[in-house]
């Protein structure tokens, strides 16, 4: 990936719908090469789909919750079952197994406290516990999509 390719990403994180000619324009390219740059950075995977952005709070869904699990069970077949469990609930923003005190931290968004409540209680079903912990947020200060794209490692 070179300093154009890098060009093309930080545009099209903060545009999408750029049109080809615009974007092209902006990495300083002509539209064809520009266009079969995107094609390849999508055939390769960086690009992993567009999407439009939706303010949670204008459709509805207030209440932003970060959860993190505790586990005694460690084994494969217990995360495969706990992973489609939770993968299949459509809260969940996000899904990380961690690293430290805590086995997996999610990110949930619902409308309220009564949809957390019914949330929590799909999740304590899906698959044995050891500890919840529900931490719900008071204000989002920031939130990002888009990624600082990082430079080319320096050779030694």
Request: hydrophobic content about 45%; proline content about 5%; glycine content about 4%.
């Amino acid at each position: 990936m070179d300093a154009i390719d890098r060009k093309i990403l930080t545009v099209l994180q903060e545009n999408a719908n750029i049109p080809i000619a615009d974007l092209a324009r902006a990495v300083g390219l002509s539209s064809t090469p520009c266009w079969k740059r995107v094609q390849k950075l999508e055939k390769s995977g960086v690009i992993t789909g567009r999407v439009a952005l939706v303010d949670p709070q204008k459709i509805g869904l207030g209440l932003t919750v970060f959860v993190s699990i505790e586990t005694d069970d460690h084994s494969q077949a217990w995360l495969a079952r706990f992973a489609a469990a939770v993968s299949a609930m459509p809260e969940v923003m996000d899904f990380y197994r961690m690293a430290g005190d805590v086995d997996y931290l999610l990110r949930v968004v619902v409308a309220d406290t009564a949809a957390y409540d019914g949330f929590y209680q799909r999740l304590i079903a899906a698959a044995p516990l050891k500890k919840v912990t529900s931490r719900f947020a008071m204000e989002r200060i920031k939130t990002a999509s888009a990624y600082r794209i990082p430079e080319p490692a320096e050779p030694r």
